[in-house]
């Protein structure tokens, strides 16, 4: 089992930064993901970390604005959005797969554990 923890997100106005938090626990897993979910659409990818924290994987429309990283210390993967523009806002939740190579970590059902979600709206 992995628990996962999510927080951060908010209002903030377009332009504007956020940055999620997803603290796990439980058993090992190698891949830690984002997704984001908009009112009546599909849930997403965002971005993905391996769990040593040396690969990282980005959807095109949030490279170059979000970076996720790890506090290993912690146990802990951050979501940083920088530029956020109203088609960011979302609930974002983060998921944990078990095994797994960070390329095709792109898909959801490759993830077995997934947190409670946090909403993020961006104010335009």
């Known amino acids: 089992q992995v628990q996962l923890v999510e927080s951060g997100g908010g209002l903030v106005q377009a332009g504007g930064s956020l940055r999620l938090s997803c603290a796990a626990s439980?058993?090992?897993?190698?891949?830690m993901g984002w997704f984001r979910q908009a009112p009546g659409k599909e849930r997403e990818f965002v971005a993905a970390?391996?769990?040593?924290?040396?690969?990282?994987l980005y959807a095109d429309s949030v490279k170059g604005r979000f970076t996720i990283f790890r506090d290993n210390a912690k146990n802990t993967v951050y979501l940083q959005m920088n530029s956020l523009n109203a088609e960011d806002t979302a609930v974002y939740f983060c998921?944990?797969?078990?095994?797994?190579?960070?390329?095709?970590?792109?898909?959801?059902?490759?993830?077995?554990?997934w947190g409670q979600g946090t909403q993020v709206t961006v104010s335009s």
């Open positions: 998921a944990v797969r078990l095994l797994g190579t960070i390329g095709a970590s792109t898909t959801t059902r490759y993830y077995s554990y």
């Open positions: 439980g058993r090992t897993f190698s891949i």
């Open positions: 970390i391996t769990s040593s924290g040396g690969s990282t």
